[in-house]
C-alpha cells in the first residue's frame, strides 16, 4: 500500500473543514431545551435530557445506515461524529445516573 503525504494531507484537510462546518450546525447544550423557570422540577429537566439523549442516539444510528447503503449525500465523516457525540452523551447520562443513585443511597442511610 503507498501512501502520498500530500494526498493523505489535502484529505485531512478536507475532513477537518467538514468537521468545521458539521459543529457549526449543531446547537450548544443550552439550547437544546429551553426551560421555562416555572417548570424547572428535576424530573421536567431530567427527562427533557433523556429524550435529547435519545435523539442524538437515534440520529446517530440514522447516519449509520445512511453510510452503510451507501447514500452519497453522508459521509462517512459525520457519522463518525454522530457516534461520538452520541456515545458521549450516553457516558454522560450513566455518569449522572450514577451520581443520583450514590446520593439516594446516602440520603437514605441517614438516621432519621
Partial sequence: MNIKGQAL????????????????DFKPASQLTEVNPSQSEFS?????ALKTVNNIQQEAGELRNRVEMGDPNV??????????????????????????????????????
Fill in 9 to 24: 494531507y489535502a484529505q485531512m484537510q478536507s475532513m477537518a473543514s467538514q468537521a468545521r462546518n458539521l459543529s457549526a
Fill in 44 to 48: 421536567t429537566l431530567f427527562k427533557d
Fill in 75 to 112: 459521509s462517512l465523516v459525520q457519522a463518525m461524529i454522530a457516534a461520538q457525540k452520541s456515545s458521549v452523551a450516553f457516558e454522560a447520562t450513566v455518569q449522572v445516573r450514577n451520581k443520583m443513585v450514590e446520593a439516594y443511597k446516602d440520603i437514605m442511610s441517614m438516621p432519621v
